[in-house]
């Protein structure tokens, strides 16, 4: 069985809890990392552990650390992004109901790395009872001088406070979700200048996902050489695949980087359902393009995918069937983000909408082929000319599908047109 | 300073600048809509999107610094294909409805489908309904299917006022521009908004199915209204030569000057225009034998000239009694200063101004005289306390302006006046005191004369004639030269003044305060 980093005591019962997580090793990193290291060790050790984000874009996580700017006078903050929006994915949520803890270890040595004395979770709102487990688990750190001041007697502060979001997809984007902490309509802000230097506040920010925290313990404990063996070479440890849709066995699976998609499908989630063949697969989040049935034998790691004209996104796998018309797919997706479009930018506000409007029309019976060819133009509009991410995450799912389902959309256009005949 | 190329054009900018500021100091202007350069770039329309060498994606003209060596094309194929993708969607989802839109033929969405567009729109769907007519202020009028969404009217309020009277409400393509529960955009400043507005979003009521912009013209002026002189734009209809039809100003809007009043005006200037028009004194009227009888300018003076020398040859100008105020520009005060009080040496030169209203700490002031400072500077400022005690013991009354009525009642002055001999009055508009003197004599505004103020902070603007005095009406630095040349006292002095520049001319030479100013 493969090493886990972050799920290998999920098994275990009221893990959650303080004292049974101190039974088995819990807080080891932090007291090592406050006490027998320095910050500019824990810095190099996560950088060479090429712990890269798990939150989509996979910008190295040790990198942006060291873009915060050490010589300002104004406080610095961590938000961590717990807003797990991106449809498909599940694995944040599992990582803060069994194993808090860990994530609070992760932000402890975080924090002390960077000189930071105030973290924000920001916690997506439907997850009020995580939030809640969370506030528990926070308190008990308090209790036991893990959190507040002068942790374990090292001059160290830290404050944690749990933000809950109002439920919009867009403040899982990272300037976003700073407006909305800010308490502020969310709305992603221009870049430059970055958080690492103006961020919460107007003060040096550290945004990271809940997984990529969560990694730090483990890299902190077993080093950085232990962590790179787990993966790849330029890409450290496992990934939590959340695999969902038409297999046997639906749920997150702890795999190294690299493992291929067919085995995480076939064996690892126990292959499709019985009586059900396999369509295709979005592999990271709704927002990959989608990969056909024959690609499946691709390695699941960023650059393997992005050579693949996908991406690995936040690793969540959503496996469809031969008996899903590929039309309900785009009908998800168009409807989603155009549900979820913040309205600020043009192509984005406008461009989501109006694809939405047209895969509504198609559902309707009430499509023409033309149509499908305006769904790519338009989504070529929006490809690359918007203000933040959001704007891609729409147009590369909807391209994809188009493009490589053209031949199922046509037939579905024109058997309802002849079907009208009749 | 960076060296960079734009279309391939070396151009030299400023370090820190941005590219679309850049290109248009260079002659290229990149086209946008919600970049507004009082403001922080919002980058939300994409309009500006330009190639730069070694960027993959387009990048944002309105807030991407240049940097030393920069290529960036603004009209390369991708990018004028991007913009067109821009203008499509904003199309896409606009009601189309110029032809009773008030900001039709000044529309920057118009502008940029002339420039880049000209294409048959593949949009085949439904448009989104909206409020149609929001009144979001008290000129104010939302129409939130016409709205691109570019927030200038939010970002006016937050950075400009910083009264944050608006927002955004609800998400995406039903993202709308919202006042927050009943509490309307209120302040100074509110006029603003539907200047900015680049499309027909925010429209004005004062201005709202009025006319059309194209059948107006447009002159540059100073706002006379306070003593800020904000640079503005005069918007008028000429009124057509064979039907009786005159002349009518449609509304003022700002004129850009950094050092005065940057890209704004206050309500008071912006809405306060029917000044120019209504009320207006056409002829020169006499009330000396009959009353209202109607004379010309040569009568009129020849009266003024005969009853001031009579008593000038009898060395009793001390029964001289002049009132004037400080709207009159530099050269007119001047005149006034020169002939009253250097030649005739009177000692009865008072000021009477328009009551003090509200001011704020930004343009609008509370000395709502155009030119204070100027008279200040020629040291002619005393204000007027007692008009009754002064009126005895005097034979001859002129007035410029009718301010008198902002400070005593129609029967203190009746009182006054009925014991003076003569009363002149020198006016614009028609009032009450029409009827109480013997002479009244039409006069030009500032937005019909040229010349010059000075404001509250001592900067001199220079300002040319936009619309024809009404009537029989004069600009009064030209009835000052007259008066003074009829006087005989100074004749060749006088003669020189054939236009308020030859004035200026002397008052740079005379007054050391004016010689220091070569402002615009």
Redesign the interface.
Same mark, same amino acid.
């Given at each position: 069985m493969e090493e886990k980093v972050i799920t290998q005591n999920f098994h275990l019962k009221n893990y959650f809890k303080m004292d049974v997580y101190l039974k088995h090793d819990g807080y080891q990193a932090v007291k090592k990392a406050l006490k027998k290291m320095k910050p500019e060790q824990i810095m190099d050790e996560v950088k060479k552990a090429n712990l890269r984000g798990r939150g989509g874009a996979g910008f190295p996580a040790g990198v942006k650390w060291g873009f915060v700017p050490q010589d300002v006078p104004k406080p610095k903050y961590l938000c961590v992004n717990a807003d797990e929006g991106e449809p498909g994915t599940f694995k944040d949520r599992y990582i803060m109901s069994h194993n808090p803890h860990l994530l609070i270890e992760g932000i402890i040595i975080t924090s002390f790395c960077v000189g930071i004395r105030q973290a924000y979770i920001y916690i997506r709102g439907e997850y009020e009872a995580i939030a809640q487990r969370l506030e528990q688990a926070i308190s008990e750190a308090y209790e036991k001088g893990f959190l507040g001041k002068n942790i374990l007697d090292t001059g160290h502060d830290l404050d944690i406070i749990i933000h809950r979001g109002a439920g919009?997809y867009?403040c899982g984007e990272e300037t976003a979700l700073l407006e909305s902490l800010e308490g502020k309509?969310g709305h992603p802000r221009?870049k430059p200048p970055f958080p690492a230097s103006i961020g919460l506040f107007n003060c040096p920010t550290v945004i990271n996902n809940v997984e990529t925290i969560s990694n730090i313990p483990a890299i902190i404990l077993k080093g950085a050489e232990w962590f790179c063996k787990l993966g790849l070479p330029k890409d450290g440890g496992t990934r939590i695949f959340g695999v969902s849709g038409m297999v046997k066995k639906p749920g997150i699976y702890e795999l190294p980087l690299g493992t291929s998609l067919k085995d995480i499908i076939y064996k690892h989630a126990g292959g499709m359902k019985p009586g059900k063949k396999l369509k295709a697969v979005v592999p990271g989040g709704m927002s990959a393009p989608i990969l056909k049935a024959d690609e499946i034998s691709i390695k699941m790691d960023f650059d393997s995918l992005v050579n693949a004209h996908s991406m690995l996104g936040s690793a969540a796998i959503i496996v469809i069937d031969k008996d899903t018309p590929i039309i309900d797919v785009l009908k998800a997706v168009a409807k989603f983000y155009?549900?979820?479009?913040?309205?600020?930018?043009?192509?984005c506000?406008?461009?989501?909408?109006?694809i939405n409007?047209?895969v509504k029309?198609i559902v309707e019976g009430k499509g023409k082929k033309e149509d499908i060819n +305006?769904i790519e133009?338009l989504a070529d +509009?929006i490809l690359?000319?918007?203000?933040c991410p959001l704007g891609d995450a729409a147009a590369m799912p909807i391209s994809s599908i188009v493009g490589k389902f053209r031949e199922e959309l046509e037939s579905y256009v024109s058997g309802k047109q002849n079907d009208k005949k009749m | 300073m960076a060296n960079i190329l734009i279309d391939d054009k070396p151009v030299e900018a400023q370090e820190g600048t941005t590219i679309l500021l850049a290109a248009e100091q260079a002659g290229i202007p990149i086209p946008h809509l919600c970049f507004h350069r009082a403001f922080t770039?919002?980058?939300?329309?994409? #309009?500006c999107?330009v190639e730069i060498e070694g960027f993959?994606?387009?990048e944002?003209a309105c807030?991407t610094q240049v940097k030393e060596g920069m290529k960036i094309w603004t009209k390369s194929e991708r990018v004028v294909e991007?913009r067109k993708?821009?203008l499509?969607?904003?199309l896409?989802?606009h009601p189309l409805d110029c032809p009773i839109c008030d900001k039709a033929g000044e529309c920057k969405l118009q502008d940029y489908y002339e420039e880049y567009g000209h294409f048959e729109s593949?949009?085949k769907?439904?448009k989104e309904k909206k409020e149609k007519k929001l009144g979001i202020g008290k000129n104010l009028i939302l129409d939130r299917e016409r709205c691109?969404?570019c927030t200038r009217c939010i970002r006016f309020l937050r950075e400009i006022t910083k009264t944050q009277e608006l927002? #955004?409400s +609800?998400?995406?393509?039903?993202?709308e521009i919202d006042i927050y529960e009943k509490e309307m955009v209120d302040n100074h400043y509110s006029g603003n908004l539907a200047e900015i507005c680049p499309v027909g979003a925010i429209t004005d009521t004062d201005f709202r199915f009025k006319t059309r912009s194209w059948f107006l013209k447009k002159g540059d002026s100073i706002c006379p209204l306070c003593s800020r002189g904000c640079n503005i734009s005069i918007e008028y209809h000429p009124g057509f030569p064979r039907i009786p039809i005159k002349r009518r100003v449609y509304r003022i809007t700002s004129r850009e000057n950094p050092e005065v009043n940057s890209h704004w005006i206050c309500d008071l200037g912006r809405y306060t225009y029917s000044y120019l028009d209504e009320d207006r004194l056409e002829d020169i009227i006499s009330n000396n034998s009959n009353k209202g009888v109607k004379i010309d300018w040569e009568n009129a003076l020849q009266f003024l000239v005969r009853k001031i020398k009579k008593l000038y040859y009898m060395k009793k100008t001390s029964r001289i009694f002049l009132i004037f105020h400080s709207s009159l520009t530099n050269e007119e005060l001047f005149l006034v200063n020169k002939i009253f009080r250097e030649d005739l040496k009177l000692e009865k030169i008072f000021m009477v101004d328009s009551n003090e209203g509200e001011g704020d700490d930004f343009l609008l002031s509370s000395e709502r005289s155009s030119n204070r400072k100027g008279a200040q500077v020629m040291g002619i400022d005393s204000k007027l306390i007692n008009l009754e005690e002064i009126a005895n013991k005097t034979d001859i009354l002129i007035i410029f302006g009718n301010y008198l009525l902002d400070h005593f009642s129609p029967g203190e002055i009746k009182t006054a006046l009925d014991k003076i001999e003569t009363t002149i009055l020198f006016t614009s508009w028609k009032s009450e005191l029409d009827t109480l003197v013997d002479l009244v004599l039409p006069t030009a505004l500032v937005a019909e004369k040229r010349g010059s103020l000075t404001n509250i902070d001592g900067r001199v603007q220079y300002f040319l004639p936009v619309l024809e005095p009404v009537g029989a009406s004069l600009p009064e630095w030209e009835i000052l030269v007259r008066l003074a040349k009829e006087l005989k006292m100074n004749f060749t002095y006088y003669r020189q003044f054939k236009s308020p520049d030859k004035i200026f001319e002397k008052l740079e030479r005379e007054i050391p305060f004016f010689s220091q100013k070569k402002n615009d």
């Open positions: 919009a867009i309509r221009l155009s549900h979820e479009s913040c309205g600020q930018c043009t192509p506000r406008i461009g989501t909408s109006w409007k047209i029309r +305006n133009r +509009n690359g000319k918007t203000l | 770039p919002e980058g939300s329309c994409r #309009m999107l993959p994606k387009l944002l807030s991007a993708g821009v499509e969607f904003l896409a989802e593949q949009f769907e439904y691109i969404l927002g #955004m +609800n998400r995406g393509l039903h993202s």
